[in-house]
């Protein structure tokens, strides 16, 4: 069985977006940049890469309101890959990054944190309410704006 996990450690590019499905999912998506910095023939070099990141219920809501542009954070998720249509036409393939757990780095920062009541992050009953029965965000088929 093949695995897709990922974690990366980055600091966010923009703050997060939160929106609501049509059934009152939120949806957070930001993006995160992940530096690396090593040595060629004595001389540092530093590359940059730019990653897309969606988080859904709870998650993203929480997301939403603790992080802001330049924080850092540890995103453990799933790439998905997606296509699209730019406005010109062509047709465009992308790399997405749905994250299972977020949170701040505590590298070189403190954080406070603040429990949240459980639940199925649509307002519903809590969870375990009916054990066993995590929804997926992509169960409903809905999209997402």
Do not use: C, H
Not at 1 to 30: H, K, Q, W, Y
Not at 105 to 123: I, N, Y
């Amino acid at each position: 069985m093949a695995d897709n996990t990922i974690t990366l450690v980055g600091n966010l590019t923009r703050d997060p977006e939160l929106r609501f499905t049509t059934t009152g999912r939120g949806v957070a998506s930001f993006g995160i940049a992940v530096g690396r910095r090593y040595q060629v023939n004595g001389e540092w070099q530093e590359q940059t890469s730019y990653f897309n990141v969606t988080a859904w219920g709870q998650l993203g809501e929480n997301a939403a309101a603790s992080l802001t542009k330049g924080s850092r954070v540890v995103v453990t998720g799933r790439l998905e890959q997606r296509e699209y249509t730019t406005r010109e036409g062509d047709k465009r393939t992308a790399i997405d990054v749905i994250a299972d757990e977020l949170g701040p780095s505590l590298r070189w920062a403190t954080a406070q944190v603040e429990r949240t009541p459980k639940s199925d992050g649509q307002g519903g009953a809590p969870r375990g309410s009916n054990p066993g029965t995590e929804p997926s965000p992509f169960d409903s088929g809905e999209e997402p704006f």
